[in-house]
């Protein structure tokens, strides 16, 4: 999901969320490598993430979810572990807190990143009922982009399970049974299976009395490492823990039962999954948390080894397998799409149903990320249009920004149905409605006419993604980016163009003044607006967008269904 956050000098400004931790990593917190646990890393961050919570709160909090981990890198005995927390993003009574961990080498002086995460939790309820938390007000530009972005992992995270759920069935069903190949010397998946229980004494509980999410966390790590030592014979490294959710509190005198096994070996890694269940007594087990962590085994030069395959029991473990593979690409792609630098993913990423979620969430975050920048270049402004350039990277990035006596919502509603664009933009001269991928994410493809003689139009398939404010301090978005896709290829009647980023953030001012900012980035040559100097882009800007400004006080009183 990229960095967390940038640390401040003490001197300037510090977070009043922001909670520290370091920790001398000591034998007794060390596997038999010498390297930190992956479980009492996950207790450090987790105790450094609560505290950050509950200062924000004023109240206790307990841990709802974690996102995706990757650990970049082992910590060795004797280095030190930074850990850094700061709440993002509050909302009623739930919040987000990014973690950064980083890795100091005392004697040699230098220090590299491990992993960061986002956490979310949430606050308890007080003796006057349900609490209501304050909101965070971001200071500096890192902070205002980590704001803004946090109510986009929260939308991803709300329907992340029934996401997966849908598409663990579909790519399941297009497997089939024959992916279950017999392997000569594979493993038997039995052999992996481990199952361990621990009771829960008050050393594991936190200061309220419930037992710390992050020593079911390492608890859960523990039983992963040695089922996936019994299938390599070695000492595993954890790579990543996938998104998980705590779905029941676990309290003092619980038996927590743990169970994992190897669902899948790839040639280099291997996906464990893991359960955790209570009870007491004689009641039933009740279902806390379920994960699922890839390891690898690296050799001496710390390269990953190739592994052995993994033999399925009948149905259940079959099931397993397959998922396995059906998680392996989702996992792929989101990291792909996602955890990649922006100027790392290619302009034009293969749309598909599988990562439909992550390209979505990439292009608004995209859009969101141009609009927190401010170092914007005013260059010119006409008619009350004001027109700002920035060049990074490579990238030409163009905003423009006007005001309109138009609803914000209304105006949120003739903006998003690209096929009306041409009513009042000159060079979208087609645009075609190719499917709507969900309700708020609609696949088109856009024709531009030719700007000099002899030569061909452009066109352009685009992901369209929608997203209302989820409070009022968020503006509706309009994100634009392009995609791929089979069924659409570059025909001989048009060049095909692409677009890194671009679309609409619209503010509401007051009941009928909106603010709209358009964005564009694309690597030059590739813009449907194409000058050789910056006079003509600033005409054609001009052009359309006062075109636009007309075209929504028209149809302001109009009833626009989408």
Known sequence: FGPVFIR???DVYRNPTEVKMSQIVMPCHANHCGELSAGQLLKWMDSTACLSAERHAGCSCITASVDDIHFEHTIGVGNVVNIIAKVNRAFTSSMEVGILVNCEDLYADTQWNVCHAFATFVARRTEAGKVQLKQVTPRTQMEQ????????????????????????SSSTAQLGT?????????????????????????????????TFGGQIMAWMENVATIAASRLCNAHPTLRTIDMFHFRAPSH???RLVLKAIVNNAFKHSMEVGVCAEAYQGGEPLRHINSAFMTFEVLDSDRKPRTLPRIRPVPVDGKRRY?????????????????????TEVP?????????????????????????????WVLTSE?????????????????????????????TFHLLSDLRRRKEWDQHYEECELISQADEDDTLYRVATPCVS???KGQDFILLASRRKPCDDRDPYLIALRSVTLPTHPPTEDYTRGEVLCGGFTIWEESSFVTKITYYNQATPGVLPYISTDIAGLSSSFYSAFSACSHYLEANKDSMTVL
Not at 184 to 196: C, F, G, I, N, Y
Not at 322 to 342: G, P
Not at 384 to 403: A, I, P, S
């Open 8 to 10: 401040e000098s003490e």
């Open 145 to 168: 982009m980590e704001y803004s972005l946090a109510a986009e992992r929260r939308r991803m995270r709300l329907i992340h399970a029934d996401i997966i759920t849908d598409l663990l």
């Open 178 to 210: 024959g992916e279950c190949q017999e392997y000569q010397d594979a493993v038997p998946a039995e052999r992996t299976r481990v199952e361990s229980v621990e009771l829960v004494l008050p050393p594991h509980t936190n200061h309220q009395v419930s």
């Open 252 to 254: 003092i005198g619980d």
């Open 322 to 342: 397959q998922e396995a593979i059906a998680r392996k690409k989702i996992r792929l792609d989101r990291k792909y799409i996602i955890s990649s630098k922006q």
């Open 347 to 375: 302009l034009s990423v293969p749309w598909d149903p599988s990562n439909q979620m992550y390209l979505s969430y990439n292009n608004v975050s995209a859009l969101k990320l141009m609009d927190t920048r401010n170092n």
């Open 382 to 410: 006409k008619n009350k249009v004001r027109l700002y350039t920035l060049e990074e990277n490579h990238m030409l990035c163009f905003k423009v920004q006007m005001h309109v006596s138009v609803p914000a919502e209304q």
């Open 453 to 455: 003689k002899g030569g």
